[in-house]
C-alpha cells in the first residue's frame, strides 16, 4: 500500500504563522501524551521563532521545553527548523558554535533537524550538517531544505540539481520548503515527478502554506507525483497563513487508499485539545482572524503577503501610499538585479526597502541599504543568478571583489563561545544557557536575570519559614 506521513507543525509552524509564536508550553503539555499515540511522521516543535519567543515573550527556557517536550513524546521524532549557518537567527557563527548548537540540541531531545539556507547557498549548511551527523543518534534525520521560490533561474532543472546536490552532501531526507504558500499544483507536478526521478527512494517532503489558497490543490498534486511526507496543521490551527489541516488530508487520503499511519480518534482528540487554546488567543486578540482567511495577492504581485502589508505600513508611515503602485512595480526589478534571491526574511525586507527607497527618491540606487551593500559583497552567500554588474561596481568600486562569506574567519573556533561564558559570569549555569546568549543576548540575559532574583526570593523565603 502506497503510503503519505504526515508531519504535524501546532507547536512550531502553525503557532509561529497564526499567532506570533506566542504559545506557552503550559498550553500544551496536557495533550503531549496523546499526541506521541497519533502516528505522526514527527512533530515540529522547536526551532524557528520559538527559541527567540520563550527568552522574549515568555519567560520559559527554550532548553527546558525541548526537554519537556522529549519527556511527554519518547516515541514521535522532534523536528526543528534550523537556518544552518545562522542557527535561529541572521549572522552568521563560527563553526564551533554551529556544531555545539546541534550537538545540544540533539542530547536535548531534537530527531529531525532540518536544515536551509535563505539563498540556497548550501556551502552555509554544511556546517549544520556535519555536525548533525557526528551527534546522531539512532533515530536522527538530517533534512536538507530549499527555499522554494520562482524566477526565470529557478526552474524544475535547477531545483533538481539542488536536490541531487544535498543527497551527495548525505543528508537523509530533502524537503521543499514553500515559505511564501505560492507553488501551485502545476509546478508541484513537475517538480516533484523530476526530483522523484532523479533522487530515487531518498524521502522527499514537502512543506507549503495555505496563504494564497493553493496548498490543498498543490498537495493533492504532490501526493499523486511521489511525495513522502507533508506538513500539516491540526485543523483549528490550519489555513490562512498556517499549513492545511492534518485531519482533513487524513481522511482525503484514506479515500485514496494512501496509508498515513495516522490514529484517527486521536487527531481528532488533538483538534478538541487546541479549539478552546485557539479561542483563548483569538479572544485576548493575539490570533487577528485576519491571518486565517485567504489571501491570492502574493500570486498577482509575485511578492509574499507579509512583505506587501510591511510596504503598505511603511508607505503610509511616510505618507507616500500614492506611490505604491510605483513601488510595487519596482520590487521584481530590485530582485532581479540582485539576482532573484527568494523573498523570505531578512531579504523580503531589504528588497522591499531599497524598492521604496528607489521611488521615493527618484533615482534608482542613489541610497543603497547597508544590508544591501552586505547582500552585494556577498556576505549572505552566492545569489541565484548574478547581481546586476552597474551595482556591484557601485557598492564595490571599479574593482573591487566581493568577500567569501566561509572564510577563514568564521571557521575560527572557541571565541564566540568563551566570550559569551565570560559575559555571563555566575548566572550561567551550563552550555545551554551559553547557547541560548550567543543566539539572543538582551533576552538572555534578562532571563538569567530574573531566574537568578527568582530563585534568590525562594531561598530567603524559605529562610524566613524556618
Ligand atoms: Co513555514
Not at 526589478?333 to 523573498?343: F, S, T
Request: aromatic residues 8%; glycine residues 6%; negative net charge.
Amino acid at each position: 500500500m502506497k503510503k503519505v506521513q504526515l508531519t504535524e507543525t501546532v507547536l512550531r509552524d502553525a503557532q509561529q504563522s497564526l499567532m506570533a509564536t506566542r504559545l506557552p508550553y503550559a498550553d500544551y503539555e496536557d495533550i503531549l501524551d496523546d499526541m506521541d499515540k497519533a502516528g505522526y511522521y514527527s512533530i515540529e516543535c522547536w526551532g524557528g521563532a520559538t527559541f527567540d519567543s520563550c527568552l522574549r515573550y515568555l519567560n520559559e527556557d527554550p532548553w527546558e521545553r525541548l526537554r519537556n517536550l522529549r519527556k511527554h513524546l519518547p516515541n514521535t521524532r522532534l523536528q526543528m527548523l534550523l537556518r544552518g549557518q545562522n542557527l535561529l537567527g541572521y549572522k552568521h557563527y563560527h563553526d564551533d558554535v554551529v556544531e555545539k548548537f546541534v550537538e545540544l540540541s540533539i542530547k536535548n531531545g531534537i530527531d529531525v533537524i532540518r536544515i536551509f539556507d535563505a539563498l540556497n547557498d548550501f556551502r552555509n549548511i554544511r556546517t549544520a550538517l556535519e555536525a548533525t551527523k557526528k551527534y546522531a543518534k539512532e533515530k536522527t534525520v538530517a533534512s536538507g531544505c530549499i527555499s522554494y521560490t520562482q524566477s526565470p533561474v529557478h526552474t524544475v532543472d535547477k531545483y533538481i540539481e539542488m536536490c541531487k546536490e544535498l543527497k551527495e552532501m548525505g543528508f537523509d531526507t530533502i524537503c521543499l520548503k514553500d515559505m511564501a504558500g505560492t507553488m501551485s499544483p502545476y509546478e508541484a507536478e513537475h517538480l516533484i515527478k523530476g526530483i522523484k526521478d532523479a533522487i530515487g527512494d531518498m524521502p522527499l517532503i514537502l512543506h507549503t502554506h495555505c496563504t494564497t489558497g493553493m496548498a490543498y490543490m498543490t498537495l493533492t498534486k504532490a501526493i499523486e507525483s511521489g511525495i513522502d511526507v507533508i506538513d500539516c496543521a491540526t485543523s483549528c490551527f490550519s489555513g490562512g497563513t498556517s499549513q492545511p489541516s492534518t485531519e482533513t488530508m487524513f481522511y482525503a487520503l484514506k479515500q485514496y487508499g494512501i496509508e498515513t499511519g495516522l490514529d484517527e480518534d486521536i487527531i481528532n482528540k488533538v483538534n478538541d485539545f487546541f479549539k478552546p487554546v485557539k479561542q483563548k488567543y483569538i479572544d485576548n486578540g493575539q490570533l487577528n482572524p485576519k491571518s486565517l482567511a485567504t489571501d491570492a495577492q502574493a500570486l498577482v504581485y509575485k511578492v509574499p503577503g507579509g512583505m506587501l502589508s510591511n510596504m503598505i505600513a511603511n508607505l503610509t508611515d511616510m505618507h507616500a501610499m500614492d506611490r505604491f503602485d510605483e513601488a510595487l512595480a519596482e520590487i521584481p526589478k530590485v530582485r532581479a538585479d540582485m539576482g532573484y534571491p527568494p523573498l523570505v526574511t531578512p531579504l523580503s525586507q531589504m528588497v522591499g526597502n531599497q524598492a521604496v527607497t528607489n521611488v521615493l527618491i527618484g533615482e534608482r540606487y542613489k541610497n543603497i541599504s547597508k544590508e544591501i551593500k552586505n547582500y552585494i559583497k556577498g556576505e549572505y552567500g552566492i545569489s541565484p543568478a548574478p547581481v546586476d554588474s552597474s551595482l556591484i561596481e557601485k557598492v564595490l568600486g571599479a574593482d573591487g571583489q566581493p568577500v567569501d562569506c566561509r572564510d577563514e574567519d568564521q571557521k575560527r573556533t572557541g571565541e564566540e563561545f568563551t566570550a559569551a561564558k565570560e559575559a555571563l559570569g555566575d548566572l550561567c549555569r551550563s552550555e545551554e544557557d551559553v547557547m541560548s546568549y550567543i543566539c539572543y543576548p538582551d533576552q538572555t540575559l534578562k532571563f538569567l536575570k530574573d531566574r537568578k532574583a527568582q530563585e534568590e526570593n525562594e531561598v530567603v523565603y524559605t529562610i524566613e519559614e524556618m
